[in-house]
C-alpha cells in the first residue's frame, strides 16, 4: 500500500485565505485590525527564521505585525515590563515570546505573565487548565494544525486509538487532550515506555513529536493508519553537496509511506499548519476582545 499525503501545505494556504476572508470583514464591520506582537530574546538562527516567517504571514493575512527583538542579555524584568505593555496595548490581540528564552530568563514565568486572552500559543496554565477541561481556551498550534488535519482526512475521530509518540507541554500533551475532546482512546508514549513498537502498532492515529530523526520505521505501524509526524530535523545531506542540509521527520517516511494509509510529509506537512493556526488563533483573540462572531472551523 502507498499512503495518502496529507498536503499541510496546500491545507495552511487554505487557511490562512479562511483568515484573510474573515480578518477584511472584521476590519470593514467593526474598524478593527487584528494585530501580533512577536518577541524574540537573542539570536538564535533558527528562531530567527520563523519570527521573520510569522511576520511576514500576518501582513499577507491583512493583520498589524509587532515584533520586538531584545537583545540576548536584556534582563527578565526588562521582558516583564514589555509583556505588560503588550497585555495594556488595545491594538495587540495576541502575544507570542518565542522559546527558548536565554537561560537568565525563567521561561514558565514568563509565560504566565502574558494575559491568557492574547496567549495564542496556548502555553498559559490558564489555557492549560482550560483545555484540560474541554472549556474554551486558547490551543496550542502544532495540535491545533494536527487537529484540522485529522478531521479533515477522517471526518469523525470518535472510537479511534491515538497514539501519541512525545510529552511535551508544547505538542505531546495538549495533542492528548485535543484527541480525547474529538473521543479518540489516547496513549501517550515517551522515552520510558515499555514496548513502543507494540503500542504504535494498537494505533489507527500515531502522532510522532519526539525530535529524533527517522525513528519510527514502517513496521511499528498498522496497516492503513493515520500517521502525522510533527518532527523537525536537519541531518546533514553531502550527497546534495559540501555543507547542504536536509529536513526529515521524526517518521522514517519511505518504508511508513508503504504501511501507512495517510501520512504527513516532512517539510510540507505539520510546520506550514503550526503558522497557519498561529494566524488563526491571533483572529480568534481578537474576535472575543471584540465580541465579534468567530470563524468556523478555526479552532478546536
Ligand atoms: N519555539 C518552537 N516552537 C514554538 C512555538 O510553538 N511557540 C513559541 N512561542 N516558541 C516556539
Redesign the pocket.
Known amino acids: 500500500m502507498t499512503a495518502k499525503i496529507i498536503d499541510g501545505k496546500a491545507f495552511a494556504a487554505k487557511v490562512r485565505a479562511q483568515v484573510a476572508t474573515h480578518v477584511a470583514k472584521i476590519k470593514q464591520s467593526h474598524g478593527v485590525t487584528p494585530g501580533l506582537a512577536v518577541v524574540l530574546v537573542g539570536e538564535d538562527p533558527a528562531?530567527q527564521v520563523?519570527v521573520r516567517s510569522k511576520g511576514k504571514m500576518t501582513v499577507e493575512v491583512g493583520m498589524n505585525s509587532y515584533e520586538h527583538k531584545l537583545d540576548a542579555d536584556t534582563p527578565e524584568a526588562d521582558l516583564l515590563a514589555l509583556i505588560d505593555q503588550l497585555n495594556n496595548d488595545d491594538n495587540v490581540h495576541g502575544i507570542?515570546?518565542?522559546?527558548?528564552v536565554p537561560d537568565h530568563i525563567n521561561e514558565d514565568l514568563v509565560i504566565n505573565s502574558i494575559n491568557p486572552a492574547k496567549d495564542v500559543?496556548g502555553?498559559h496554565i490558564s489555557n492549560v487548565g482550560l483545555l484540560g477541561t474541554g472549556q474554551k481556551s486558547m490551543v496550542?498550534?502544532?495540535p491545533l494544525g494536527c487537529l484540522m488535519m485529522l478531521r479533515d482526512y477522517h471526518g469523525s475521530l470518535s472510537g479511534l486509538d491515538a497514539v501519541i509518540i512525545g510529552r511535551s507541554n508544547?505538542v505531546g500533551k495538549p495533542m492528548a487532550q485535543l484527541l480525547l475532546g474529538d473521543s479518540c482512546t489516547v496513549t501517550i508514549a515517551h522515552s520510558r515506555t515499555r514496548d513502543l513498537p507494540d503500542v504504535v502498532r494498537r494505533a489507527d492515529i500515531v502522532v510522532a513529536a519526539v525530535g529524533r530523526p527517522e525513528m519510527v520505521p514502517g513496521d511499528w505501524i498498522k496497516p492503513g493508519a493515520t500517521v502525522i509526524d510533527v518532527g523537525i530535523n536537519r541531518l546533514d545531506a553531502p550527497e546534495k553537496g559540501e555543507g547542504k542540509t536536509r529536513l526529515v521527520g521524526d517518521v522514517d517516511f519511505a518504508s511508513v509511506s508503504q504501511v501507512a494509509g495517510a501520512i504527513t510529509p516532512v517539510p510540507g506537512g505539520v510546520g506550514p499548519m503550526?503558522i497557519a493556526c498561529?494566524l488563526a488563533n491571533t483572529l480568534t483573540a481578537c474576535c472575543r476582545a471584540g465580541g465579534f462572531e468567530e470563524p468556523e472551523g478555526l479552532t478546536a
Not at 96 to 100: F, G, I, R, Y
Open positions: 528562531s520563523y507570542l515570546v518565542q522559546l527558548p500559543d502555553f496550542p498550534c502544532t508544547i503550526t498561529l
